[in-house]
């Protein structure tokens, strides 16, 4: 029944070089074939016409030695300016197809940098709660542009100047290999060599890569905790605190960047010493050649511009390389997310027993649950909810309250038992299908930086104004919102910031009662709130609740004193059942509550778990 949604996760590069990367990020991108292809053919053709030139003036030297020793001086002229124009002509196709493919290089890279992102976040969607469990918001976002910053960077380096060289390379290989075979035979090591001498280094280069990719995504999610949280950092003056231990994230990783560098220049001198050492040898081959008379002056000044070709490729490489290691490096955190098992979703609706009037809406059967590895927060849960019907739930704090919630929601994997929705277990529903079935209003008020309107429309999206302002009267919203300028219109600033914790909330409840669900789950919905805007929420909650099922969650006992039943919980089972007269006095949890109030103590749960 359940199947693990589209599950193609693309292998993530390890340890690999240039070429490997690059033809994993090509087909990660499959979809941008055509501006590979144009990138790729704006290099053939650049490269072929920076070949023309060293052609054209191997045979203008020809020209001219022959023409200087028959003495027929002026009379070649023409000819040398035909050539000439030859080569302004290639020169100029050059140029104009090399900007092309900067172009077309661009554009493919800005498209990189999309697909990439809108990837990353169509994949976060689709992660498991526990997930994001272990994860802080900034170093997500932190992970997402290094990685895609380096490999855009990357792609746009080879589209610009690395194909062609590598084009004109291997050219320069064959046309060598033509005039003169052990010319051929020494670029032809001298290739692998290099890219093998740095493979050497890559190894140490990249642990230490991701060592300090580590530091700074670790700075980056703290970084966002500190903006997000201000007023908490002014409050307990912490601003020195937080900077220096920002500061100390990339003081390491300065280190970590010696050592690279230090290894990466080292590896390049030997690498540089190697290559120059091959092309003195092709050099010494050509002019003991020429001497012989193996080879004309033109010959000889082809070969020589030919192989002054082929070594900017090489050396390049370096850069090149770089450039990919860092890709390589940047791209592995990104494609170990990419890989990351998804939610298992059942995408199919099972067929919906027949049911009679009165059957519970809601039913917890030997629930039983824990977080990751950990213990079981809840154990042998069962209770159930019938139509209509307003059932609390209390617990000391800790409880498994909240937890129980995101299990309705089907966030987490069960241990054991089930959960029944209109008599179907929920694991078989399609999680859209639940999800829209419960409307939930949480303790933070969780809204967006966006208007009041979107804010209450955001699980209704196709809602009228009509209707919107409407939810905002039941929630005895609109007063407030009356007030803001620009009413509907108004923004309210990140997670609310601008409006008080009780209009926030009376936003949420607006936004749960057009979501218009069938089960309501209220989180401690008024907890965060001083007595006056709890009564003001309240209110709207009561017209929320009217016919509809619900499950509050609450720790003060006016929000639970009117519900039709409460089950209590405690050392993660269920405790007690029953009315309020009825655990009233039964000398549970919740009659040590109302003792509590009534000798005039703190009528906080909370206090009551201390
Ligand atoms: P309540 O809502 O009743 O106050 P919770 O359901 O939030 O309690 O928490 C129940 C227990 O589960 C607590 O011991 C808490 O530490 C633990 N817990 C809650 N959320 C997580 C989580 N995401 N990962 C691990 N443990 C958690
Ligand atoms: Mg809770």
Redesign the pocket.
Known sequence: RATPSSGAAPEGPSEQGIFATLGHIIRFTSELRPYYLGVAACAIVTASAGLATPFLVGRATDTIVDAVQDGRGTSVFPTLAIFTLAILAAELVSTVVSNLGGYTGDVLSNRIRAILSTRYLDKLLRLPQ?WF?DEMTGTIVSRLNRSITEVSTFAKSLANTFFTMLIQTAAVLVISAVYYWPLAVLLAVVFPTYVWLTGLTSRKWQRLEADKNHHVDTAGGRFAEVVGQIRVVRSFTRERHELDTFTDHFMRTDSTTKEQSRHWHTMDIIRRGVLNLAFAAMYLLIFWRTLGGGFSVGQMVLLIQLIAMARMPVEMMSWVLDASQRAVAGSRDYFKVMAATEVEHVREMPALPARADGNPVLEFEDVRFG??D?PD?LRDVTFDIRPGERVALV??????????V?LLLGLYPLRGGQIRLDGVDIATLPHDELRRRISLVFQDPSLFSDTVGENIRYGHPTASQHEVALAAERANASGFIGKLDGEFDAMIGERGLKLSGGQKQRISVARAMLKDASVLVL??ATSALDTRSERAVQEGLVQLMAGRTSLI?AHRLSTIAGVDRIVTIKDGRVDEIGSPAQLATSGGVYAELLAMQRRGEDSYLNAYAE
């Open positions: 526990s469990d977080y990751g950990g927060v617990s000391e704090s800790g409880g498994g309250k909240t937890t129980l995101n989180d401690e969650i």
